[in-house]
């Protein structure tokens, strides 16, 4: 059996004594090269060995030490015994395979802690091109997939980066998700600190009544997105509103949720307020984003229907007693008088059997791609078991996405979003804040030993 062997990702390359006569040794390298990378047809199989593999299924580490990958989808998880002749062996030693991280809730479009600001002040083009910066950051860090929750734009800069990214112009992430988030007049998404001589485009889409409510879910739909993101409460890092409050009534909360269910497009529902949760699980919403009073009576509600819970309590930490955030102070009440509760109710949650999956709401470009991963060490903080918080990012994302049929474990015929991370997770839930290895759709993307950081654009291949 003959493998071409890749550690510590330098290649040994096949000899060129074969080689046709017209083709220089460089030349037929940098074509293998090419269609390695691009798996295009006749490509070689690729097969991953690590002494540890989190298969995003099981309770415990699989038996497995091999991912075998051909045409982008996985074709073996097992041992050596089942890397086929002729495959590339990527060699990692002490590490720990498992699938890639999804993450839930991002804002792609939101590069600056000021977001109310930041977005009056950039154009929607401007803010893509920074977005696609940011998302390929995530890539490099591990995160394959990404739903946006709307995000501080006019237009449909996201829904556009999806369509470059999935036509392959531009490497990315998998994405999904809302072109905006909706408010009410006064709610989270509008801008409530200028005067009203002033005529500006808030960073939500500020909608009320339901007869307005129904035409944007249609407009929504209409340029792409494909879930509907509703404020149902206030928010912690807006100006002007109170996370503690309902926004939408029960009439335009039904009328949302019965539109896009029309459509067959799924809602989430932006809601710290006990009342708006309990509103919105009841009204049928695929998730809440936050839940941050949620209560008891809805937990089980949530657990009974299938209901999706997005905490995202990192972002309350990273922004914790700075000077970032124009609600400043709102967050930091929270970080003093509710954070220790919070992680109490999701603990709760997990115990109930509410499907918690990771999500950030931090903004592409905003911090450290590595501290993406924090959310998973803030989830075993609360007292949830390293392997389920791992799965809350991998099986259970992919789940609330609707991409459980092909992504987010590591089983064959499963699309191969891979990722190594360093050691054992398990033992050490940091190891998610150092990826060595990032394969999607079975494009190795980052290698052992490479920067985190791209130096620029990342373009797909062109085929020689």
Request: charged share 20%.
């Amino acid at each position: 059996m003959q493998h071409t062997t890749v550690k510590n990702g330098n290649a040994i390359q096949p000899a060129c004594a074969t080689r046709p006569r017209a083709l220089s040794c460089g030349t037929l390298i940098t074509l293998l090269f090419a269609l390695l990378q691009a798996g295009g047809a006749g490509a070689a199989p690729t097969a991953l060995v690590a002494d540890r593999v989190i298969d995003g299924r099981s309770d415990r580490l699989s038996q497995a030490t091999v991912v075998v990958v051909d045409g982008g989808r996985i074709i073996a998880v097992g041992g050596r015994s089942d890397i086929p002749p002729g495959a590339e062996v990527v060699e990692l030693g002490d590490a720990t395979l498992m699938p890639g991280m999804i993450n839930v809730h991002e804002h792609p479009l939101m590069f600056a802690s000021d977001y109310q600001n930041a977005h009056l002040a950039n154009s929607s083009a401007y803010k893509a091109l920074m977005a696609l910066a940011g998302l390929q950051k995530l890539l490099l860090a591990g995160w394959t997939g990404v739903r946006v929750m709307g995000d501080a734009d006019i237009y449909y800069a996201n829904q556009d980066l999806r369509r470059v990214i999935d036509s392959g112009v531009f490497v990315g992430p998998r994405m999904t998700g809302a072109g905006h988030y909706m408010s009410i007049t006064g709610g989270g998404g509008d801008i409530n600190y200028l005067s009203p001589e002033q005529a500006v485009h808030a960073d939500g889409l500020v909608v009320d009544g339901p007869e307005a409510i129904r035409k944007a879910v249609r407009t929504e739909i209409k340029y792409g997105a494909d879930w509907i993101k509703l404020l149902v409460t206030g928010a912690f890092e807006s100006v002007g509103d109170d996370p503690r409050n309902v926004a939408f009534s029960p009439e335009e909360l039904r009328a949302a949720v019965d539109e896009a269910n029309r459509h067959g497009v799924p809602v989430a529902a932006h809601a710290h307020a006990a009342a708006g949760i309990r509103q919105a699980v009841l009204e049928g919403v695929r998730s809440i984003e936050h839940g941050t009073y949620v209560d008891d009576d809805t937990l089980h509600e949530m657990a009974r229907r299938g209901t999706f819970m997005v905490p995202t309590v990192y972002l309350g930490d990273y922004y914790a007693e700075g000077d970032l955030l124009r609600a400043q102070a709102k967050n930091d009440d929270y970080i003093k008088h509710g954070r220790a509760a919070f992680l109490a109710t999701i603990l709760r949650a997990h115990k109930y059997g509410v499907k918690l999956a990771i999500g950030l709401d931090l903004g592409a470009g905003i911090a450290d791609p590595a501290l993406y991963a924090n959310e998973f060490a803030v989830f075993v903080e609360a007292g949830i078991p390293p392997m389920a918080a791992i799965q809350a990012g991998t099986r259970v994302a992919a789940e609330l996405l609707r991409w459980d049929d092909r992504l987010g474990t590591l089983e064959r015929g499963k699309l191969a979003d891979v990722i190594a991370v360093p050691g054992n997770p398990l033992a050490d839930i940091s190891a998610l804040q150092r990826v060595s290895l990032v394969m999607i759709g079975g494009k190795l993307i980052k290698r052992p030993g490479a920067s985190a950081t791209p130096a620029g654009i990342l373009t797909a291949p062109v085929n020689p």
